[in-house]
């Protein structure tokens, strides 16, 4: 009887050992192994229940059964040791290249702004006009009557206020309008500065407008002033000559038209010969040889006048020229809308620096 139960136990620790190896062998991760290692060896393995027992055998027969359990259970321990390490470091591995970062993946293109056209356009004017001795001034939007209309000398009733309709903000107090062009800055600059006066007014203008390929009802001008002791229409036409040739290239020639504006006497239009036909007439300049640029003269005596300047002492020079229409001249663009469309692939052409076709050639 006794020996039975010893020889049963015998056989329980083979049956054991061939199942925990068994099981030993399959695993393949170090969670697995931890499991193993709670089922055979841990405080509620099955090793240590067989162990537990013992107690039951009679005294003689403890001291061998002990040491075949225990051998057992060392035996089991020491197979265990290396199979975990293996997993343990298998696991790091794979989690190593699991979470690695990939560095031959393409990055994300950041998308990058680019200078929007008229506002490359204004600065490239600054530099020229800087060359030439003239400063950049800016002015408000939002203008009022006097300094829109009645300081260019255009006085509340005269028919020349209908060209510059624009939108008229509604205030009881005073006649604001949001600014038809770019000329109400001269008399501000010249009531705050003393002649000489040369300035640059770079800036957004708003005509009431129906909106079409070459008009918009909002776009930008710059306007320019020069006002001195001894300034006469040649100094206008070598300024205005000088703008062509540093935009349109060194051949260029500019002409003067008899034009009316109500602030200037004698007022011209100015317009230079098409860079791209040499003058001979091309799609670019409507088969005129011409492109219009601007509108000029020399300052009237009242605008003098109305800010207290001496017009038989002084006399000036102004022009105003729109931007858009001067970007479109330079690249072939041939829609004004496009400059306020948002449309990135617009845009883009001019980052990329290359020629600029219509908006709706896309
Ligand atoms: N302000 C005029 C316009 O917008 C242009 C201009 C400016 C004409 C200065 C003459 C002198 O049409």
Redesign the pocket.
């Known amino acids: 009887m006794k020996t039975q139960e010893l020889h049963g136990l015998t056989t329980e620790i083979d049956e054991l050992r061939d199942e925990a190896i068994a099981r030993l062998d399959a695993l393949d991760s170090s969670a697995r192994a931890t499991d193993w290692e709670r089922e055979f060896v841990g405080p509620k393995g099955k090793v240590t229940a067989l162990l537990r027992r013992l107690g039951a055998l009679p005294a003689e027969q403890r001291p061998a059964a002990g040491r075949a359990a225990q051998a057992f259970r060392n035996e089991l321990e020491s197979a265990f040791r290396p199979v975990q390490e293996r997993l343990h470091r298998e696991d790091l591995a794979r989690r190593l290249s699991d979470d690695a970062l990939d560095i031959t993946l393409p990055g994300r293109q950041p998308l990058v702004g680019t200078v929007h056209p008229v506002s490359e356009m204004i600065d490239e004017l600054i530099e020229i006009f800087a060359l030439l001795g003239f400063r950049a001034v800016f002015g408000p939007e939002v203008e009022t009557g006097r300094y829109n209309f009645d300081l260019?000398n255009i006085p509340a009733d005269h028919p020349a206020r209908d060209?510059?309709d624009t939108i008229i903000i509604d205030d009881p107090e005073a006649e604001l309008v949001l600014r038809?062009?770019?000329?109400p800055m001269?008399a501000r600059t010249m009531e705050r500065s003393k002649p000489p006066i040369r300035v640059i007014v770079p800036g957004k203008?708003f005509r009431f407008e129906a909106q079409d390929a070459s008009h918009e009802w909002q776009f930008t001008?710059l306007?320019?002033?020069a006002v001195d002791t001894r300034i006469t229409m040649t100094d206008l036409k070598g300024v205005l000559q000088e703008l062509a040739r540093q935009l349109f290239g060194p051949e260029r020639r500019i002409r003067f038209r008899c034009?009316f504006?109500p602030?200037?006497e004698p007022?011209v239009e100015f317009a230079v010969d098409c860079a791209i036909c040499e003058g001979k007439g091309c799609r670019v300049c409507k088969h005129t040889g011409w492109l219009e640029m601007?509108?000029?003269?020399m300052v009237h005596p009242n605008v003098l006048r109305g800010v207290g300047y001496d017009p038989d002492v002084y006399t000036g020079f102004?022009?105003?020229?729109g931007i858009e229409r001067l970007i479109m001249m330079k690249h072939g663009v041939d829609d004004v809308r496009a400059f306020a469309a948002n449309d990135i692939r617009f845009l883009r052409r001019f980052a990329a620096g290359t020629c600029v076709s219509a908006l709706n050639r896309g």
Do not use: I, N, Y
């Open positions: 260019l060209v510059w038809t062009h770019t000329s001269q203008a001008q306007e320019g002033l034009d504006f602030f200037v007022g601007g509108g000029a003269g102004a022009f105003g020229l």
